[in-house]
C-alpha cells in the first residue's frame, strides 16, 4: 500500500458528461501529480499542484481542470468527455527524501479507470 | 515527443538468470533517473533510482547503470524471480536547483515474464 488514496477505483460516463477524480496523497506529502495513460501509452504528466498551488502543467487539455485543497487532497475535474479521454489516471504525492536517501519518489494510487462511452 | 523511450515492449526470461531492461532518454538536463514497476490493477511502486553523478545504484537483486554518454540506462535484476514478472517503467527528470519535485518524463514500458 503506496498510502496515496484515489476513489473512484472505475468510472463508466457517456460522451459530453463531467467527473470528479480524487486523490488523497500520503500523509505529510505536499506534492501532488496527475498523469494519464492511454492504452499501449507510458503515463503521461498533466499537472503537479504544491501545498495547493499549481506547480506545473503537461499535456492537460483546457477540458480538464484540477485544484488541491487546503488539506492537501488533490480533484481531477473532466468535462465534455470525449470517447478518447477513457484512460487509466494516477495521482502521485512525493517527498523529497525516503529513508534510503533517494530523491524525489513518486508514490502512485492505484489509479481510476474512467471508460466513457 | 518521447523524451524517455523504452524500445522492448516485452522481455521473457527464465526463472533464476538475469533480467536486463534497457531505457534510452534524449534530454540532457536529465539529471535523475527513477524505475517503477506495476502489477495489473495496481500503481506503479517505486524499485530504484540513480543521480546523474553516479553510475549505478544497487539495491539487493536490482542494479541500474546509468551511462551519461549514451544517454542510456538500464535495470539488472539478478536473480530473476516468477514474482517479478510485471510492467516495468523507467522515468526521468531534471530536478530544479534546490527542489526535488520536478515531474517525470515516462517510458512507455517493458513487461518482463519470468518462467520457471
Known amino acids: 500500500d503506496s498510502g496515496v488514496t484515489q476513489t473512484p477505483k472505475h468510472l463508466i460516463t457517456a460522451t459530453g458528461q463531467r467527473v470528479t477524480l480524487r486523490c488523497s496523497p500520503r500523509s505529510g506529502d505536499l506534492s501532488v501529480y496527475w498523469y494519464q495513460q492511454s492504452l499501449d501509452q507510458g503515463l503521461q504528466f498533466l499537472i503537479q499542484?504544491?501545498?495547493?498551488?499549481?506547480?506545473a502543467k503537461g499535456n492537460i487539455l483546457e477540458r480538464f481542470s484540477a485544484q488541491q485543497f487546503p488539506d492537501l487532497h488533490s480533484e481531477l475535474n473532466l468535462s465534455s468527455l470525449e470517447l478518447g479521454d477513457s484512460a487509466l489516471y494516477f495521482c502521485?504525492?512525493?517527498?523529497?527524501?525516503?529513508?534510503?536517501?533517494?530523491?524525489?519518489?513518486?508514490?502512485f494510487g492505484a489509479g481510476t479507470r474512467l471508460s466513457v462511452l | 515527443d518521447q523524451q524517455v523511450k523504452q524500445n522492448s515492449p516485452s522481455l521473457s526470461v527464465q526463472e533464476g538468470r538475469i533480467s536486463i531492461l534497457n531505457c534510452d532518454y534524449t534530454?540532457?538536463?536529465?539529471?535523475?533517473f527513477l524505475w517503477y514497476k506495476k502489477y495489473p490493477a495496481e500503481g506503479p511502486t517505486f524499485l530504484i533510482s540513480i543521480s546523474s553523478i553516479k553510475d549505478k545504484n544497487e539495491d539487493g537483486r536490482f542494479t541500474v547503470f546509468l551511462n551519461k554518454s549514451a544517454k542510456h540506462l538500464s535495470l539488472h535484476i539478478v536473480p530473476s524471480q516468477p514474482g517479478d514478472s510485471a510492467v516495468y517503467f523507467c522515468a526521468a527528470s531534471a530536478q530544479n536547483r534546490g527542489s526535488t519535485l520536478g515531474r517525470l518524463y515516462f517510458g512507455r514500458g517493458t513487461q518482463l515474464t519470468v518462467w520457471p
Open positions: 534530454n540532457s538536463m536529465f539529471d535523475y
Open positions: 502521485a504525492s512525493s517527498v523529497s527524501l525516503d529513508v534510503r536517501g533517494h530523491k524525489n519518489i513518486q508514490y
Open positions: 499542484y504544491y501545498n495547493g498551488e499549481e506547480r
